[in-house]
């Protein structure tokens, strides 16, 4: 079966980095546009950030020049790399992917990241 495991969610202080994991299974990885979506506390889901199979990448306007996606096809994980954190950032950061061969949405269980200030 599918899954999806993140990792290196965490405490950090405004202005910190992180850099979030997530190794999937059960999938034709290297045919899969992967996502980044995040959930704060009494908010609905985002999307975040997108990295299609060919590698393009697409942010959403919240942390456009601050994140980045990237993707190891030969490890089977995506990565964000999170810079200049911001409160507002606090979420549970999820790991998805929807491909067509699937016919459904797969998530991961998720990834606390708490920003103090």
């Known amino acids: 079966q599918v899954q999806l495991v993140e990792s290196g969610g965490g405490l950090v202080q405004v202005g910190g980095s992180l850099r979030l994991s997530c190794a999937a299974s059960g999938i034709i990885f290297r045919l899969s546009d992967m996502d980044w979506y995040r959930q704060a506390p009494g908010s609905a889901r985002e999307l975040v950030a997108t990295i299609t199979r060919r590698g393009s990448t697409n942010y959403a306007n919240s942390v456009k020049g601050r994140c980045t996606i990237s993707r190891d096809n030969a490890k089977n994980t995506v990565y964000l790399q999170m810079s200049s954190l911001k409160p507002e950032d606090t979420a549970v950061y999820y790991c998805?992917?929807?491909?067509?061969?699937?016919?459904?949405?797969?998530w991961g269980q998720g990834t606390q990241v708490t920003v103090s200030s």
């Open positions: 998805s992917t929807e491909p067509s061969y699937l016919g459904e949405r797969a």
